[in-house]
Structures are given as structure tokens and as C-alpha cells.
């Protein structure tokens, strides 16, 4: 009988051991680094802050012809009858909301434009992170953003940047 239990003991013992010693494989990366660092990621990056600057460019013209045509009506005020003035008023008023509806129109197409590159950047990392998962034996990558904290050891930003720089156009 206590054969029976020193053999059990034993079995249990090294079976639990076994089960601890295995640990699952989880590392983090910075996603935000790599759009941010890579040679794509930054070729979006100057894409979109052309795209910005054209917008800014074409809206503060805009608004500057809005502000000549306020000061105008406001110089004009006395000298144009009242009817005039209600003309001028509205016609103004139709100026800065087609001003506002173009403010609008190039902010969504340029969320639309961020959300398609980035998103085709992604599309065109994924398969290269998923074979260094395979390579690494990797079981779970977690973005760093999501975080609190961790050894360093276990971020692997700076070997997938390196990868992706390689291996994308």
C-alpha cells in the first residue's frame, strides 16, 4: 500500500512539475513604432501630411476671402440700404456654410485616405509578423500599447521593424 501511494505521489508530483514548466511564449510590440519608424509607415506619414497641408492650404484660403467679405460688409454697413445689407448678410452666410461643409467633406476624406493606408499597412505586415510568430515559436504578441508592464526582453519592436524594413516597398 504505500508502494501505491509513493508511486502516485511520484506520478502526480513530476506530472504537475511538467505542467508548470510549460509556459506559453508571449511577447509585445509597438505597433504605433513600427507605422511610425518603418520605411512604409513613414512614406504613409509624408502621404498624409501632404494630403494635410493641401487641405490647410485650400481651407485658409477659404476662410480669408470669408474674413475680406465680412470686413466689406462691415465697411459697406452705412452706406447700403437695408435690403442690401440682408442680400450681402446672406450671401455670406451661405459662404461659411459651404465653407464648414468643405471643412467637413476634406476632413472625411482625409480619415478615409489615413484609414486606408494605414489599414493596407497593416494587411501588408500581418503575414510577415505571423512567420516570425512560426519562426519564434511564438504563441501570443500583445500591442505595447495595451500594456502596464514588462521586462523589456520580451518586446520585439526593434527585430519585426528590421524585418518589415527588409522585406516591404
Do not use: R, W
Not at 508571449?26 to 513600427?34: A, G, K, T
Not at 470686413?71 to 451661405?94: D, G
Not at 476634406?106 to 489615413?114: A, I
Not at 512560426?134 to 501570443?140: A, F, L, M, P, V
Request: hydrophobic share 40%; net charge positive; charged share 30%.
Amino acid at each position: 500500500m504505500k508502494k501505491f501511494f509513493f508511486i502516485l505521489y511520484f506520478f502526480l508530483f513530476f506530472n504537475s512539475f511538467n505542467l508548470v514548466k510549460s509556459e506559453t511564449n508571449v511577447v509585445f510590440l509597438d505597433l504605433n513604432y513600427l507605422v511610425n519608424n518603418s520605411k512604409k509607415g513613414k512614406f504613409i506619414q509624408k502621404e498624409l501630411n501632404l494630403i494635410d497641408k493641401k487641405n490647410l492650404n485650400i481651407l485658409k484660403t477659404k476662410e480669408d476671402q470669408i474674413k475680406k467679405k465680412e470686413i466689406e460688409i462691415k465697411n459697406q454697413q452705412s452706406l447700403l440700404t437695408e435690403i442690401e445689407l440682408n442680400e450681402k448678410i446672406k450671401i455670406y452666410k451661405e459662404n461659411i456654410n459651404d465653407f464648414n461643409n468643405l471643412k467637413n467633406e476634406l476632413n472625411s476624406n482625409f480619415n478615409q485616405t489615413k484609414n486606408q493606408l494605414l489599414n493596407d499597412f497593416f494587411e501588408q505586415i500581418t503575414p510577415i509578423i505571423k512567420n516570425y510568430m512560426e519562426t519564434k515559436k511564438i504563441n501570443i504578441i500583445i500591442d505595447k500599447k495595451n500594456i502596464f508592464i514588462a521586462k523589456s526582453n520580451y518586446d520585439i519592436t526593434a527585430e519585426v521593424l528590421e524585418i518589415i524594413n527588409k522585406s516591404t516597398k
